[in-house]
Protein backbone atom coordinates (compact mmCIF):
# COMPACT_ATOMS: atom_id res chain seq x y z
CA UNK A 1 0.00 0.00 0.00
CA UNK A 2 1.53 3.32 -0.85
CA UNK A 3 -1.19 5.80 -0.70
CA UNK A 4 -2.57 8.26 1.82
CA UNK A 5 -6.09 8.23 2.19
CA UNK A 6 -8.07 11.05 3.61
CA UNK A 7 -11.66 11.29 4.44
CA UNK A 8 -14.46 13.20 3.54
CA UNK A 9 -13.20 14.24 0.05
CA UNK A 10 -15.23 17.22 0.81
CA UNK A 11 -16.72 18.56 3.86
CA UNK A 12 -19.55 21.54 3.95
CA UNK A 13 -20.02 22.81 7.85
CA UNK A 14 -21.25 26.34 9.76
CA UNK A 15 -18.99 28.38 11.48
CA UNK A 16 -20.87 26.55 14.78
CA UNK A 17 -19.82 22.99 13.60
CA UNK A 18 -17.59 20.68 14.97
CA UNK A 19 -16.26 18.38 12.53
CA UNK A 20 -13.29 16.01 11.49
CA UNK A 21 -10.68 15.31 8.84
CA UNK A 22 -9.41 11.71 9.08
CA UNK A 23 -6.03 10.54 7.37
CA UNK A 24 -4.64 7.06 6.96
CA UNK A 25 -1.15 5.53 5.79
CA UNK A 26 0.15 1.88 6.22
CA UNK A 27 3.45 2.19 4.59
CA UNK A 28 5.25 2.35 8.16
CA UNK A 29 6.01 6.22 7.42
CA UNK A 30 6.37 7.99 11.23
CA UNK A 31 6.05 11.30 10.27
CA UNK A 32 3.15 12.80 8.80
CA UNK A 33 1.46 15.87 8.40
CA UNK A 34 -1.23 18.60 7.54
CA UNK A 35 -1.04 21.32 4.77
CA UNK A 36 -3.60 23.99 3.94
CA UNK A 37 -3.76 25.13 0.35
CA UNK A 38 -5.77 27.81 -1.00
CA UNK A 39 -6.53 28.28 -4.87
CA UNK A 40 -4.02 28.94 -7.16
CA UNK A 41 -1.82 28.88 -3.89
CA UNK A 42 1.29 26.73 -3.15
CA UNK A 43 0.56 24.00 0.37
CA UNK A 44 1.45 26.09 3.61
CA UNK A 45 2.83 23.66 6.32
CA UNK A 46 0.67 23.49 9.34
CA UNK A 47 1.39 20.52 11.42
CA UNK A 48 3.87 17.95 11.71
CA UNK A 49 3.91 14.37 13.77
CA UNK A 50 7.07 13.04 14.00
CA UNK A 51 6.52 9.33 16.11
CA UNK A 52 2.80 10.38 17.15
CA UNK A 53 4.27 13.60 19.01
CA UNK A 54 3.45 16.70 17.99
CA UNK A 55 7.02 18.58 16.71
CA UNK A 56 6.04 21.48 14.64
CA UNK A 57 2.93 23.58 15.35
CA UNK A 58 3.24 26.84 12.33
CA UNK A 59 1.51 29.23 14.67
CA UNK A 60 -2.03 27.76 13.62
CA UNK A 61 -5.12 29.24 15.08
CA UNK A 62 -6.32 26.76 18.36
CA UNK A 63 -9.90 26.26 16.40
CA UNK A 64 -7.50 23.95 14.32
CA UNK A 65 -6.76 20.59 16.40
CA UNK A 66 -4.78 17.81 15.43
CA UNK A 67 -4.80 14.38 17.19
CA UNK A 68 -2.21 11.36 16.04
CA UNK A 69 -3.66 8.58 17.65
CA UNK A 70 -0.97 6.05 16.32
CA UNK A 71 0.98 5.72 13.56
CA UNK A 72 -1.10 5.01 10.77
CA UNK A 73 -3.65 7.70 11.57
CA UNK A 74 -3.85 11.71 11.45
CA UNK A 75 -6.83 13.77 12.50
CA UNK A 76 -7.62 17.27 12.24
CA UNK A 77 -10.33 18.49 14.47
CA UNK A 78 -12.05 21.36 13.44
CA UNK A 79 -14.27 24.20 15.35
CA UNK A 80 -15.56 27.27 14.88
CA UNK A 81 -14.22 27.62 11.72
CA UNK A 82 -13.93 31.09 9.44
CA UNK A 83 -15.17 30.94 5.82
CA UNK A 84 -11.38 32.26 5.11
CA UNK A 85 -10.74 28.85 6.20
CA UNK A 86 -12.16 27.47 3.38
CA UNK A 87 -9.68 25.39 1.28
CA UNK A 88 -7.87 22.07 0.18
CA UNK A 89 -7.08 20.37 3.64
CA UNK A 90 -3.53 18.34 2.33
CA UNK A 91 -2.55 14.92 4.78
CA UNK A 92 0.90 14.12 4.04
CA UNK A 93 3.57 10.92 5.22
CA UNK A 94 7.16 10.45 5.24
CA UNK A 95 9.97 8.31 6.73
CA UNK A 96 11.79 10.09 9.56
CA UNK A 97 15.00 11.26 8.58
CA UNK A 98 17.01 13.53 6.02
CA UNK A 99 15.02 13.96 2.74
CA UNK A 100 13.05 11.68 2.51
CA UNK A 101 9.87 12.64 0.08
CA UNK A 102 6.46 13.27 1.30
CA UNK A 103 3.25 11.11 -0.15
CA UNK A 104 0.43 13.77 -0.05
CA UNK A 105 -3.21 11.98 -0.18
CA UNK A 106 -5.61 13.46 -2.48
CA UNK A 107 -7.21 15.96 0.19
CA UNK A 108 -10.10 17.80 1.56
CA UNK A 109 -12.07 20.00 0.32
CA UNK A 110 -13.25 22.39 2.82
CA UNK A 111 -16.10 25.01 2.86
CA UNK A 112 -17.36 27.27 6.05
CA UNK A 113 -20.23 28.83 5.25
CA UNK B 1 14.58 32.78 5.77
CA UNK B 2 14.08 29.80 3.31
CA UNK B 3 12.55 30.33 0.03
CA UNK B 4 11.65 28.94 -3.14
CA UNK B 5 10.87 30.92 -6.05
CA UNK B 6 9.45 29.54 -8.98
CA UNK B 7 9.14 30.90 -12.96
CA UNK B 8 7.57 31.56 -15.15
CA UNK B 9 3.94 31.12 -13.13
CA UNK B 10 2.12 30.22 -16.49
CA UNK B 11 3.85 28.48 -19.58
CA UNK B 12 1.77 27.76 -22.70
CA UNK B 13 2.75 24.81 -25.05
CA UNK B 14 2.29 23.40 -28.11
CA UNK B 15 2.27 19.19 -28.18
CA UNK B 16 5.94 18.38 -28.92
CA UNK B 17 7.63 22.30 -28.19
CA UNK B 18 9.98 20.95 -25.33
CA UNK B 19 11.19 23.43 -22.71
CA UNK B 20 12.21 24.16 -19.17
CA UNK B 21 11.03 25.12 -15.65
CA UNK B 22 13.18 27.15 -13.21
CA UNK B 23 12.88 26.31 -9.46
CA UNK B 24 15.34 28.66 -7.41
CA UNK B 25 16.40 28.63 -3.79
CA UNK B 26 17.39 29.88 -0.47
CA UNK B 27 17.72 27.59 2.34
CA UNK B 28 19.81 26.33 5.29
CA UNK B 29 20.95 23.42 4.51
CA UNK B 30 19.52 21.72 1.94
CA UNK B 31 18.17 18.24 2.90
CA UNK B 32 16.25 17.52 -0.57
CA UNK B 33 15.14 19.30 -3.31
CA UNK B 34 11.27 17.82 -4.93
CA UNK B 35 9.41 18.03 -7.59
CA UNK B 36 5.58 17.56 -7.73
CA UNK B 37 2.85 17.27 -10.40
CA UNK B 38 -0.26 18.64 -9.01
CA UNK B 39 -3.95 18.36 -10.70
CA UNK B 40 -6.45 20.33 -9.89
CA UNK B 41 -8.34 19.55 -6.76
CA UNK B 42 -5.44 16.92 -6.27
CA UNK B 43 -2.98 16.22 -3.89
CA UNK B 44 0.84 16.85 -5.23
CA UNK B 45 2.05 13.48 -6.84
CA UNK B 46 5.43 13.24 -6.56
CA UNK B 47 7.82 13.45 -9.21
CA UNK B 48 11.48 13.58 -8.34
CA UNK B 49 13.73 14.06 -5.26
CA UNK B 50 17.44 15.66 -5.57
CA UNK B 51 20.48 16.28 -3.30
CA UNK B 52 23.50 17.48 -4.53
CA UNK B 53 24.84 19.69 -7.31
CA UNK B 54 25.40 18.02 -10.42
CA UNK B 55 22.46 15.66 -9.87
CA UNK B 56 19.64 14.63 -12.41
CA UNK B 57 16.72 12.73 -12.67
CA UNK B 58 14.19 11.42 -15.32
CA UNK B 59 11.22 9.86 -15.97
CA UNK B 60 9.24 9.81 -19.25
CA UNK B 61 9.21 13.22 -20.65
CA UNK B 62 10.41 14.52 -17.70
CA UNK B 63 14.10 15.59 -16.38
CA UNK B 64 15.43 17.49 -13.37
CA UNK B 65 18.78 18.91 -12.64
CA UNK B 66 20.33 20.61 -9.54
CA UNK B 67 22.54 23.10 -9.49
CA UNK B 68 23.70 24.95 -5.81
CA UNK B 69 21.48 27.71 -6.66
CA UNK B 70 18.41 25.83 -8.96
CA UNK B 71 17.12 23.12 -10.24
CA UNK B 72 15.09 23.23 -13.66
CA UNK B 73 12.30 20.50 -15.29
CA UNK B 74 12.55 19.78 -18.47
CA UNK B 75 10.10 18.28 -20.15
CA UNK B 76 10.58 16.87 -23.88
CA UNK B 77 8.21 16.78 -26.55
CA UNK B 78 5.09 17.32 -23.91
CA UNK B 79 1.69 15.81 -24.56
CA UNK B 80 -1.73 17.43 -23.56
CA UNK B 81 -2.13 15.24 -20.57
CA UNK B 82 1.33 16.71 -19.09
CA UNK B 83 -0.23 19.54 -18.17
CA UNK B 84 -0.91 20.52 -14.80
CA UNK B 85 0.96 22.46 -11.88
CA UNK B 86 4.42 21.83 -11.12
CA UNK B 87 5.98 22.71 -7.78
CA UNK B 88 9.65 22.56 -6.42
CA UNK B 89 9.78 21.90 -2.43
CA UNK B 90 12.65 22.10 -0.75
CA UNK B 91 13.72 20.80 2.89
CA UNK B 92 15.33 22.54 5.27
CA UNK B 93 18.18 20.54 7.77
CA UNK B 94 17.68 23.25 10.25
CA UNK B 95 13.73 24.15 10.25
CA UNK B 96 13.35 20.21 9.35
CA UNK B 97 10.24 21.86 6.63
CA UNK B 98 9.31 21.56 3.53
CA UNK B 99 8.78 24.59 1.61
CA UNK B 100 7.15 25.48 -1.43
CA UNK B 101 7.31 27.45 -4.79
CA UNK B 102 4.42 28.89 -5.79
CA UNK B 103 4.23 26.69 -8.62
CA UNK B 104 4.33 26.69 -12.61
CA UNK B 105 1.14 26.00 -14.09
CA UNK B 106 2.05 24.10 -17.70
CA UNK B 107 -0.67 24.10 -20.57
CA UNK B 108 0.01 21.71 -23.42
CA UNK B 109 -2.15 21.99 -26.39
CA UNK B 110 -2.90 19.84 -28.39
Known amino acids: DTEVTQTPKHLVMGMTNKKSLKCEQH?????MYWYKQKAKKPPELMFV???????INESVPSRFSPECPNSSLLNLHLHALQPEDSALYLC????????????FGSGTRLTVV | EDQVTQSPEALRLQEGESSSLNCSYT??????LFWYRQDPGKGPEFLFT???AGEEKEKERLKATLTKKESFLHITAPKPEDSATYLC???????????FGQGTTLQVKP
Open chain 1, 92 to 103: ASSQVGSGYGYT
Open chain 1, 27 to 31: MGHRA
Open chain 1, 49 to 55: YSYEKLS
Open chain 2, 27 to 32: VSGLRG
Open chain 2, 50 to 52: LYS
Open chain 2, 89 to 99: AVLSSNTGKLI
